[in-house]
């Protein structure tokens, strides 16, 4: 199944659910999205489902892990993530997801309404780029555990980016 970001918000109260497979390719539009969420003066709080996610990768991931963190030093509140797949559950917590949402996992049922999230499918490879070592960066700082696991794919991609010819002036 394809990942899809399903997104909502009611009084200050964001809905966030993750279905399916979420990967690198919708970073972009929740990156954005989150942009959105942290510049609402009326945000009182987040709530992350990944109830019908099958998997999330490590850039998503540390999408989320900078949601939380922004929620936290904005409105000193711990967002809720709610997961109940064994897997997944394990990975949040191997990552130290447990130190920055409080994680429900059973019991919930959501019945709002949510609007899907559009792809962004105007990014450049620099953007994405910048994306995915933004991410992992934000994963890295949660703990020792998560640095030594991305400090070598962060390397590379910024060593892959020092690599880029720049653009010339008036270029596509």
Known sequence: MNGRILVG??????????????????????????????????LVSVLVDLSDAQAIDSTSLGVLAKLSIAV????????????????????LHNMGFDDIFAIVDEGYQSEQNLAELPVATDLDEETLRTQVIEAHKTLMAMNQQNHDTFKDLVGALEEERRQQPPLANGAC
Not at 15 to 41: N, Q
Not at 72 to 90: H, Y
């Open 9 to 42: 918000d009611h009084n200050g109260v964001y809905m966030i659910r993750f279905e399916g497979d979420v990967r690198v390719t919708l970073s972009g539009s929740f990156d954005h999205y989150l942009d959105a969420i942290l510049k609402d003066e009326q």
């Open 72 to 91: 936290q030093q904005g409105r000193g509140k711990l967002p809720t993530l709610v997961c109940s797949a064994p897997d997944i559950l394990r990975i």
